[in-house]
């Protein structure tokens, strides 16, 4: 039986599925590398932190949100993966504290499950959150990648990013941002 997947922003009462999944990508072998925050940070973070940001990226935030979470839900209910974005500003810092040079958005907290992996069900979430980015007038998105994680910018250029030759040192150690027009 082939499993099938939907793809859907978040719903303000998810919460509780939200902090699952993300304590379940924290647990994944490249979290190191892929996450700035550990599991035991995550786990600690009161339920009034997981409703807020449930709240902000959700469908009930409204088409002016500052962030859209979206999420790939199998046939059966089971949450499997998921992707943020968010809204940025030129002239901004964003979560590194880089200065954000063109607004856009910024794509954040991806995660698929490994057992559903390499079925493009991540390249399908990746393309609702950059089909809402266009929605909201945006011309492109971007991320950070970190520069060992191959699996993943693998991923991110499957879905159409491009690295932009700027290279740092983040919080996880050395990155590369990635492109996407939209």
């Not at 493009?120 to 959150?129: E, I, P, R, T």
């Not at 980015?133 to 250029?157: F, I, K, W």
């Not at 879905?159 to 590369?176: C, K, L, Q, Y």
Request: aromatic share 8%; net charge neutral; glycine share 10%.
């Amino acid at each position: 039986m082939t499993t099938r997947y939907t793809v859907r922003p978040v719903r303000a009462h998810e919460w509780r599925e939200i902090r699952t999944l993300r304590l379940r990508a924290l647990s994944d072998e490249a979290a190191p590398m892929a996450f700035v925050e550990s599991h035991g940070d995550a786990a600690a973070r009161p339920d009034g932190f997981w409703q807020g940001r449930a709240q902000a990226s959700s469908l009930e935030a409204g088409p002016r949100a500052g962030a859209r979470q979206f999420v790939a839900v199998t046939d059966d209910g089971t949450w499997v993966g998921t992707a943020a974005v968010l809204i940025e500003e030129a002239g901004d810092a964003d979560f590194e504290g880089r200065v954000v040079e063109e607004a856009g958005g910024h794509v954040v907290g991806v995660f698929l499950h490994p057992e559903h992996r390499g079925r493009g069900v991540m390249d399908s979430v990746l393309q609702a959150a950059t089909d809402w980015l266009r929605e909201r007038g945006s011309s492109r998105a971007r991320l950070y990648v970190h520069a060992d994680n191959a699996r993943a910018q693998r991923c991110y250029e499957r879905s159409g990013f491009r690295p932009t030759g700027a290279r740092f040192t983040g919080t996880m150690g050395p990155e590369i941002e990635m492109t996407r027009a939209l």
